[in-house]
C-alpha cells in the first residue's frame, strides 16, 4: 500500500512548520512541503505565485491531500502589494480548489474576514472584510467552499512562536517584556486565539475524516489584546505595570476588526473536540516556547 501524498504549502511558517512534525510523525503520510524558502528532500522551492509553475509541481505531484497555511498576514503589506497578495491568497486556493483528483483540501482563513462590529460569529454570518488581506481570504475562503473536491475552511486566530523568530504578536509582547520595556495592549479589541500547536493538531485530526465545509475554531473564552498580554507577562513571571491599557482606533486608514470573536460550537458538535480555554493554550505555548527558544539561549 502506498502512502497517502500530503502537500503543505506555507511550511516555513508558524503554523506549517508544526503541521509538517506532526504528519510527518506518521508513517502513513508522505509529506511534502512548498515555499519560497526552507530545505529538506520532500521541500519544493518555488514561488507559488506562480500559478503555471505551482500547478505543474501538483499535477507531478498528485498528492492525495493539501494543506493551504500559505498567507501574507502582514495587512500593511498586503495593501501596499495589492497584486502580489490576490496571487497569492486567491489565484492559489482557486487552483487548489480545482483540483478534481485531491481526496480533501484543507484551507486556514482568519476571523478577520469580519467587520468587528458585535463578535460571537458563527459560521453563517454576514463577512464584511474591512481591509485587503481580510478580502482576499474571504475570496479565497469561496473558492474552497465551491471546490471540486472536499475542503475544508477553518476560520481561526493563532498565536505562537517562529523558528527562526519574527514578529508575532506573542514574540513581540515576550521580546519587549524580556528588555523590561513598557508595551501598550489594545483593550477594546477583542478575540479567542488557539495556540499553532493546536490548531495543528486539529487540522491533522480532521484531514482523513468526514467532516467538510467551513468551521470556525478559537479558544473557549473570548478576551482582549491588553488582557491576552497580561496573561503572557503571568506566566513568565514578567511585571504587568509594563503592560498599559490602549483603545484601537476603528477609524484610522487600515481599518482593523475590533470584536471578531468566533463561536466554535458548531465544530464542536460536528467533530466531537472539545476546544481548550486560553490558559490551558497559553501554558502549551510557555512550555514549547521554554524548549525550543530560552533553553538554548
Excluded at 485587503?132 to 498565536?159: D, G, Q, W
Excluded at 470556525?216 to 478576551?223: N, P, R, Y
Excluded at 472539545?274 to 502549551?284: H, N, R, S, W
Aim: aromatic share 10%.
Amino acid at each position: 500500500m502506498h502512502p497517502i501524498k500530503i502537500l503543505v504549502t506555507g511550511a516555513t511558517g508558524m503554523l506549517g512548520i508544526r503541521i509538517l512534525k506532526l504528519l510527518k510523525s506518521n508513517p502513513a503520510y508522505h509529506v511534502f512541503s512548498i515555499g519560497r524558502s526552507g530545505s529538506g528532500s520532500d521541500h519544493i522551492t518555488c514561488d507559488i505565485t506562480d500559478i503555471e509553475v505551482f500547478a505543474g509541481i501538483i499535477e507531478k505531484l498528485c498528492p492525495d491531500y493539501i494543506v493551504h497555511c500559505a498567507a501574507n498576514t502582514d495587512i500593511q503589506h498586503c495593501e501596499k502589494e495589492k497584486d502580489y497578495t490576490y496571487k497569492l491568497h486567491v489565484l492559489t486556493s482557486r487552483l487548489i480548489a480545482s483540483c478534481t483528483n485531491l481526496k480533501k483540501s484543507v484551507f486556514i482563513s482568519t476571523d478577520s474576514v469580519f467587520d468587528g462590529s458585535k463578535g460571537d460569529y458563527k459560521e453563517n454570518d454576514f463577512i464584511a472584510p474591512l481591509n485587503y488581506y481580510a478580502l482576499t481570504k474571504a475570496l479565497a475562503e469561496e473558492c474552497f467552499i465551491n471546490a471540486s473536491h472536499p475542503s475544508i475552511v477553518l476560520r481561526t486566530n493563532m498565536f505562537g512562536f517562529n523558528e527562526p523568530a519574527k514578529s508575532s504578536l506573542f514574540e513581540w509582547a515576550w521580546n519587549s517584556l524580556n528588555q523590561g520595556k513598557e508595551i501598550s495592549g489594545y483593550n477594546n479589541v477583542f478575540f479567542n486565539p488557539l495556540y499553532v500547536g493546536t490548531i495543528a493538531q486539529i487540522i491533522v485530526a480532521v484531514l482523513e475524516n468526514d467532516i467538510t465545509g467551513l468551521l470556525h475554531i478559537g479558544s473557549s473564552e473570548a478576551l482582549s489584546k491588553y488582557a491576552f498580554i497580561q496573561k503572557i507577562a503571568d506566566i513568565f513571571d514578567f511585571p504587568r505595570e509594563l503592560i498599559k491599557p490602549f483603545q484601537a482606533d476603528d477609524k484610522g486608514v487600515l481599518k482593523r476588526p475590533l470584536n471578531t470573536t468566533l463561536n466554535t460550537q458548531y465544530f464542536q458538535e460536528m467533530s466531537g473536540i472539545t476546544l481548550p480555554d486560553i490558559d490551558i493554550e497559553l501554558m502549551k505555548l510557555a512550555g514549547d516556547f521554554k524548549k525550543q527558544i530560552i533553553d538554548q539561549l
